[in-house]
């Protein structure tokens, strides 16, 4: 499917950029990483016919430790990220402000979102 093989191509962009990335949100995240999820809107019109206009968000989720080490650690990361990303010719929209996130397995870290966005094909249903 073409929405799964977009977010796990980006995912591959950052893991080559040294960043440990995913397609999905993890179950037990193990900080540094990020992961790939569906944006809003996560499809609309594209700018020609036939095109789809695709929007991702990529958390960036720093480790535990520290606000200062954390918030350095982070603005790393997303600089990183960002040189990846539009290496591979691919739209950042922006880029969050840092929140804590808790997810439901435990723990607290430091997140930056980065808006994606890229024109596809139109998906059409897997056989």
């Known amino acids: ?3 799964v093989s977009e977010r796990k191509a980006i995912a591959e962009v950052l893991t080559g950029a040294g960043i440990r ?3 999905h949100v993890p179950t037990r995240p193990e900080p540094p990483i990020a992961f790939v ?5 996560y499809l609309e019109g594209g700018d020609t016919f036939g095109q ?3 929007r991702l968000d990529m958390w960036i989720v720093a480790g535990q430790g520290d606000n ?9 990361l997303i600089v990183t990220a960002l040189a990846a990303l539009e290496a591979d ?3 950042v929209e922006n880029v969050s402000q840092p929140i804590a996130w808790q997810p439901s397995t ?3 870290y430091l997140v930056a ?9 139109t998906p059409t249903p897997s056989a």
């Open 52 to 54: 789809k206009t695709l």
């Open 113 to 121: 979102v980065i808006g994606i966005r890229t024109e596809i094909s």
């Open 1 to 3: 499917m073409i929405l």
């Open 106 to 108: 435990g723990g607290e």
């Open 89 to 91: 010719d691919l739209t």
């Open 21 to 23: 990335t995913v397609a």
């Open 37 to 41: 999820v569906p944006g809003s809107p």
């Open 68 to 76: 200062d080490s954390l918030s350095d650690a982070l603005d790393a």
